[in-house]
């Protein structure tokens, strides 16, 4: 008996040293971009031929008496092999015996899909995905609602601190680059922001209905709620089982689109058990280069037919400026039984001005989780209820900048570390006065505006301009800011021209009752040179950017205007606003148009250029989104056509004012995606003048007399060229994307990109104006359409070194005079920065 135990005590000794002896290795297999885990990747010893594959998680171990003399070949479809030898290096991270590894996968070329069999497996899979989409997208369910975490995160790539700690502007903010870490592949990055937002989303399919209310946000130096809105469900709803998939502004075609089969090649791998479901495994590739499509792979489903996981990756073809690598993941799990439904997705993104492994990159990640996902209650359609429109974004005040208490119980995942440190890091830059001048400086560069305690200075564009009547034109603007009122905004300008010796002034006023809905009333006296057509889009001209090449022989107009101006704006949550205005306005036509005098009444007036108008606006963009500032907006569309209709009524007798008329014009404007097929903007404009009026008081046609292209001006034609008292017209611009030069290499490489232009006016002017501004003897001569067509066409190439664009425009119809050659074709060029 005694000896039993001696026994059981040496077996548990030669087991310890047994164990102790054992060597292992373990770790996971991952993508080097998204950082997100690949199952099932192929692991096998290149002289043993053993192996197998890392599990559903991406995770793999390996148990071994002594430590190999081989090399671990890892592979995964789309990506290069990766090839791990058991050399001195590797064995020297080993602790304990215990080599613990993360295997970063770099993408690679797909193979080629071959076809020899008589049945196509991947196509048959892609038939059966799209047939059960109806059953597994989750915009089947009548409605749905859930909690929403969204985690923005932003690194620079490629940042070595030895280069960058004495860069002067760098110096006072070197603790910064404390952060500086390195990837496992030895690539250094350096955190420099961090967002979060926890909201809940609401959708009901019929009628369409959507609602978000914000319930935290989180954004260190960025205090504004348009900026925070678009972190919420409603703008950044990605879904895979959509025919198209947005990427920065293009349309994607899905893998999964109802034609996919046009865009793409698909092939089955194989299949695995993950939690006692049977998982299929199949990648697809662009079928076509240049095209807007994705290569990457998915996990489906067996009995449904529905996606578990799918990873989407940009190629290296596709037409998307300042994007090295891009990938989109999102995963579903099972609410039930039968019941799939998005939890997780994830964007991953590196931007970079010039391309190139080794080049300074800023890499986005953002990631989504879904929880407490609720289907087809009537608790969402109590929630939606409370809707006055279709779509409504509710943020409450107490949702900027929550307290941690609020994170620490809301937030989905725990922030690692470095993003715990990265906060600290932004609230101490924050507070610098050396950062918080550095910004200034930036913000001012870009946007031409610079804050002085309570005022405003700038836009520095505007400072110097030159011109054949003033000579050299200096003009100081100053302005109040956001510090010296948010509800009070007051500007004004003084310019001086060294060869007119004139003194040119404006001043405003805007008083903000609203900012959503928008409500306000603006004031503003002028005296100086019209430099803007005030047509449709266009902005003025009196700027150091509009010293381009002008067309040979076509003189400057010059007009001055003393300007008395009263708006009263008011807007609805609907879209629609109502702008009420008083205008007055004196003219005094001073070169290259025709004189006042043969203007003048007979009556001894001595402004015979006097009028006064008061005019109402309707305007209806429904669900426009804007980005907001503290007192002026910039719209990001809408997704419907957006109608403007104005009536003005010119007063004799007030003010002064010699003219009785009344106006009406009307426009309906809107951007389209129409995937895959590209991008369309259309305006379609008219309007008619009652009564004999003066030049400057009829529809002048907007024409460009620069070489640098206007959207809204008819190229072929000058400024103050016809003249009209009814116009109607239309305005088509359709840019296609890659086109026809997707079919050759070079072109394919550099990214051209093809659109189309037609542009066409019609247009008459009545017999009592043509005698009013077109006397015998008249210096200038107006034209007028006369009822006939005007038509331009243009097409060109677009994206040319990523920010330029050059217009071949021909003018179709009138043909102009032989005198007027130039205006039967030109080559006009711009400047953008676009995706």
């Given at each position: 008996m005694p000896i039993r135990?001696?026994?059981?005590?040496?077996?548990?000794?030669?087991?310890?040293?047994?164990?102790?002896?054992?060597r292992i290795l373990k770790g996971t297999v991952k993508d080097a971009h998204s950082d997100e885990r690949i199952p099932f990747a192929s692991m096998q010893f290149k002289s043993q031929k053993t192996g197998k594959l890392s599990d559903s998680a991406g995770s793999f171990i390996f148990r071994f008496n002594e430590w190999p003399t081989d090399t671990l070949i890892i592979s995964y479809v789309g990506y290069r092999d990766f090839k791990l030898p058991f050399d001195s290096f590797l064995l020297q991270r080993a602790k304990d015996n215990v080599l613990d590894i993360s295997i970063l996968m770099e993408r690679g070329k797909f193979d080629a899909v071959v076809v020899k069999k008589k049945i196509d497996r991947g196509l048959l899979m892609w038939k059966r995905i799209v047939k059960h989409k109806a059953k597994n997208d989750r915009y089947r369910f009548r409605n749905f609602s859930y909690e929403l975490y969204n985690k923005l995160e932003v690194d620079i790539k490629n940042i070595k601190k030895e280069k960058w700690e004495n860069l002067p502007f760098i110096k006072k903010f070197n603790f910064v680059l404390n952060n500086i870490d390195t990837t496992e592949e030895g690539v250094p990055y350096l955190p420099v922001y961090i967002t979060e937002a926890i909201s809940n989303y609401y959708y009901q399919k019929s009628p369409l209905r959507r609602r978000e209310v914000f319930k935290g946000t989180k954004?260190?130096?960025?205090?504004?709620?348009?900026?925070?809105?678009?972190?919420?469900?409603?703008?950044?709803?990605?879904?895979?089982?959509?025919?198209?998939?947005?990427?920065?502004?293009?349309?994607?075609?899905?893998?999964?689109?109802?034609?996919?089969?046009?865009?793409?090649?698909?092939?089955?791998l194989d299949t695995q058990m993950v939690n006692g479901r049977r998982l299929i495994h199949f990648f697809f590739i662009p079928k076509h280069k240049g095209q807007n499509t994705f290569e990457g792979d998915c996990w489906v489903h067996d009995t449904t037919f529905a996606i578990q996981k799918m990873n989407l990756r940009l190629g290296k073809e596709a037409n998307v400026n300042y994007v090295n690598k891009l990938s989109l993941i999102q995963e579903f799990s099972l609410l039930n039984d039968t019941t799939w439904f998005l939890t997780r997705d994830k964007f991953v993104v590196d931007l970079s001005l010039l391309s190139g492994e080794k080049m300074l990159a800023a890499i986005g990640r953002k990631t989504t989780t879904y929880k407490d996902v609720v289907v087809n209650?009537?608790?969402?359609?109590?929630?939606?209820?409370?809707?006055?429109?279709?779509?409504?974004?509710?943020?409450?005040?107490?949702?900027?900048?929550?307290?941690?208490?609020?994170?620490?119980?809301?937030?989905?995942?725990?922030l690692t570390v470095t993003e715990k440190k990265l906060y600290q890091t932004i609230d101490t830059l924050l507070k610098l006065p050396a950062f918080q001048r550095a910004v200034k400086t930036v913000n001012f560069l870009a946007t031409g505006y610079l804050d002085v305690g309570n005022f405003e200075i700038g836009p520095w564009y505007n400072w110097v301009f030159s011109n054949v009547l003033e000579g050299w034109r200096f003009r100081w603007d100053l302005g109040t800011n956001k510090y010296f009122s948010k509800k009070l905004?007051?500007?004004?300008?003084?310019?001086y021209g060294t060869k007119d010796q004139q003194f040119k002034y404006e001043a405003d006023a805007m008083w903000l009752f609203n900012k959503n809905p928008r409500a306000y009333i603006f004031a503003k006296y002028s005296k100086d040179i019209d430099y803007g057509q005030n047509y449709l889009d266009e902005v003025s001209q009196d700027n150091i950017f509009a010293l381009a090449v002008r067309k040979n022989g076509v003189p400057i107009k010059f007009l001055k205007t003393e300007l008395m101006q009263l708006d009263l704006f008011k807007e609805w949550h609907s879209g629609f606003s109502v702008t009420l205005s008083g205008v007055r306005k004196l003219y005094n036509p001073l070169l290259n148009l025709p004189e006042k005098e043969i203007f003048l009444d007979g009556n001894g007036g001595t402004k015979p250029l006097n009028t006064f108008e008061a005019s109402v606006q309707l305007r209806f963009a429904y669900l426009e989104k804007f980005l907001e500032g503290t007192f002026y907006r910039y719209s990001m569309g809408s997704p419907y056509p957006i109608t403007t209709i104005k009536y003005t009524r010119g007063m004799?007798?007030?003010?002064?004012?010699?003219?009785e008329y009344s106006k009406l014009s009307g426009s309906i404007s809107d951007y389209l995606k129409i995937s895959p097929y590209g991008t369309v903007y259309y305006n379609v404009f008219g309007g008619k003048t009652f009564g004999t009026l003066p030049f400057m008081m009829l529809d002048v046609a907007p024409g460009n007399e620069i070489y640098y292209y206007n959207k809204y001006a008819y190229s072929l034609m000058n400024r103050w060229?016809?003249?009209?008292?009814?116009?109607?017209?239309?305005?088509?611009e359709h840019n296609i994307g890659a086109g026809i030069?997707?079919?050759t290499p070079l072109t394919r490489r550099l990214k051209f990109r093809q659109f189309y232009t037609v542009k066409g006016l019609w247009g008459s002017l009545s017999e009592e104006n043509k005698g009013l501004n077109m006397p015998a003897g008249s210096t200038y001569i107006f034209e007028s359409l006369d009822g006939k067509t005007y038509l331009e066409l243009g097409t060109g190439v677009d994206n040319i070194f990523k920010v330029l664009r050059f217009d071949f425009v021909w003018r179709v119809l009138p043909q102009p005079l032989p005198e007027a050659a130039s205006q039967r074709w030109g080559v006009f060029g711009s400047f953008r920065l676009q995706f």
């Open positions: 135990p001696l026994k059981l005590l040496l077996l548990i000794l030669l087991t310890q040293n047994a164990i102790a002896q054992t954004s260190l130096g960025v205090n504004n709620e348009s900026v925070s809105k678009l972190l919420g469900g409603i703008d950044q709803n990605v879904n895979f089982y959509a025919n198209f998939i947005p990427v920065f502004d293009k349309q994607f075609v899905s893998p999964i689109s109802d034609n996919g089969d046009a865009f793409y090649n698909y092939k089955v209650d009537t608790s969402v359609t109590n929630e939606l209820a409370k809707n006055k429109l279709i779509e409504e974004t509710i943020f409450p005040p107490q949702a900027n900048n929550a307290p941690d208490s609020f994170w620490a119980q809301n937030r989905h995942e725990e905004r007051l500007h004004g300008y003084l310019a004799k007798g007030v003010f002064d004012s010699h003219y060229q016809y003249l009209h008292d009814q116009y109607a017209g239309f305005n088509f030069f997707r079919f």
